[in-house]
């Protein structure tokens, strides 16, 4: 199983940008059992979670601190998950690792940078 995170960069404050993590090694049935989520981690920080979304595409929560300005979502059918980032925020600068979940059983994509500057 592997996750490939793209899609990030550099962005001026307010700006947007859409992370997506692309899943392999899943068969099409398989990789809908798994919960998919998005995390974060600046430096000296520890990961925190950022948004995560259940099997099923109606379940999904976010962190506070980003409510109302990220989305979570996932294709299924093409074996990946987004996070869609509106007015982004210098403290938003991090990177952005997709994980899948399943009981024990934890994937966990190489991550990519996004960094909110003017």
């Known amino acids: 199983v592997q996750l490939v995170e793209s899609g990030g960069g550099l962005v001026q404050p307010g700006g947007s940008l859409r992370l997506s993590c692309a899943a392999s090694g899943f068969t099409f049935i398989t990789f809908t059992t798994y919960g998919m989520s998005w995390h974060r981690q600046a430096p000296g920080q520890e990961r925190e979670l950022v948004a995560s979304i259940g099997i099923t595409c109606g379940t999904s929560s976010y962190a506070d601190s980003v409510k109302g300005r990220f989305s979570i979502s996932r294709d299924n059918g093409r074996n990946t998950v987004s996070l869609q980032m509106n007015s982004l925020k210098p403290e938003d600068t991090a990177v952005y690792y997709c994980?899948?979940?399943?009981?024990?059983?934890?994937?966990w994509g190489q991550g990519t940078q996004v960094t909110v500057s003017s």
């Open positions: 994980k899948a979940a399943r009981g024990t059983s934890n994937y």
